[in-house]
């Protein structure tokens, strides 16, 4: 259920295991790979969707991961939509900036630009949450709350991010109404992304009393380590 988390930052430091910025590199085979499934027309991002508590039964979409191999099959592909070459030393070169500038993640564009796009970190684009889960107010611009924080929990400990980055996300409603929301980027060490750990999303902006902080969890599977290359 939404956990409420007033005593979090008082306790963050004690249970929370520090990230250890990542020194290997990516392989060149996997960026090879990488590339040719991006001249395929294949390879991308991956989504993070689950049921949400407390119903457990709306599924909503939590985030998007960018592992070093989706963002090099993303650039690869976009390169070959506009006739350009892609090889390997662009793939070590090149920045985030290489996937695209626009359309609806364009904040997120913005926000990743200049990191490396074979940086040896998997990307947790987490999106703003819903708060009020049914049909007819999922996504409406006045439901929506913003991420606070991204932890990884495994064996009882909160890994945090490596690095973080916000974005803004407009959101506006039939009216006409706009509401600017918050989403967040969090780099983990791919090490940490392992089935039976625990992605942890913490959101701020309700409005209900005593829930100014509320978490959402879902665990990943073992679907999601075969699949999340």
Same mark, same amino acid.
């Given at each position: 259920?939404?956990?409420?988390?007033?005593? %979090?930052?008082?306790?963050?430091?004690?249970?929370?295991?520090?990230?250890?910025?990542?020194?290997?590199?990516?392989?060149?085979?996997?960026?090879?790979?990488?590339?040719?499934?991006?001249?395929? #027309?294949?390879?991308?991002?991956?989504?993070?969707? #689950?049921?949400?508590?407390?119903?457990?039964?709306?599924?909503?979409?939590?985030?998007?991961?960018?592992?070093?191999?989706?963002?090099?099959?993303?650039?690869?592909?976009?390169? =070959?939509?506009?006739?350009?070459?892609?090889?390997?030393?662009?793939? =070590?070169?090149?920045?985030?900036?290489?996937?695209?500038?626009?359309?609806?993640?364009?904040?997120?564009?913005?926000?990743?630009?200049?990191?490396?796009?074979?940086?040896?970190?998997?990307?947790?684009?987490?999106?703003?949450?819903?708060?009020? &889960?049914?049909?007819?107010?999922?996504?409406?611009?006045?439901?929506?709350?913003?991420? =606070?924080?991204?932890?990884?929990?495994? #064996?009882?400990?909160?890994?945090?991010?490596? %690095?973080?980055?916000?974005?803004?996300?407009?959101?506006?409603?039939?009216?006409?109404?706009?509401?600017?929301?918050?989403?967040?980027?969090?780099?983990?060490?791919?090490?940490? @992304?392992?089935?039976?750990?625990?992605?942890?999303?913490?959101?701020?902006?309700?409005?209900?009393?005593? &829930?100014?902080?509320?978490?959402?969890?879902?665990? @990943?599977?073992?679907?999601? #380590?075969?699949? %999340? =290359?």
């Amino acid at each position: 259920m939404l956990t409420q988390l007033v005593i %979090w930052c008082l306790v963050a430091v004690s249970l929370s295991a520090q990230p250890q910025v990542a020194t290997s590199l990516v392989s060149d085979q996997l960026l090879n790979e990488a590339i040719t499934a991006g001249q395929a #027309g294949e390879g991308g991002a991956y989504l993070i969707d #689950g049921l949400a508590e407390p119903d457990n039964l709306t599924v909503v979409k939590f985030g998007i991961v960018y592992t070093p191999y989706a963002r090099v099959a993303t650039a690869s592909r976009e390169a =070959k939509k506009m006739y350009r070459p892609f090889s390997l030393d662009d793939a =070590k070169k090149q920045t985030f900036s290489a996937i695209g500038t626009g359309g609806a993640m364009a904040t997120v564009f913005e926000a990743l630009k200049d990191r490396p796009l074979a940086e040896p970190l998997t990307y947790i684009v987490a999106l703003p949450f819903s708060r009020v &889960l049914n049909a007819t107010t999922m996504g409406d611009a006045a439901s929506m709350i913003s991420v =606070k924080h991204v932890v990884i929990l495994s #064996g009882g400990q909160a890994i945090q991010p490596v %690095w973080i980055k916000p974005y803004q996300v407009v959101f506006q409603n039939a009216m006409g109404a706009k509401i600017e929301k918050e989403g967040l980027v969090a780099a983990f060490n791919p090490g940490d @992304i392992v089935p039976g750990n625990q992605f942890v999303f913490i959101y701020v902006g309700s409005t209900a009393p005593g &829930l100014d902080l509320t978490e959402q969890r879902r665990r @990943i599977l073992k679907k999601d #380590g075969e699949s %999340w =290359k």
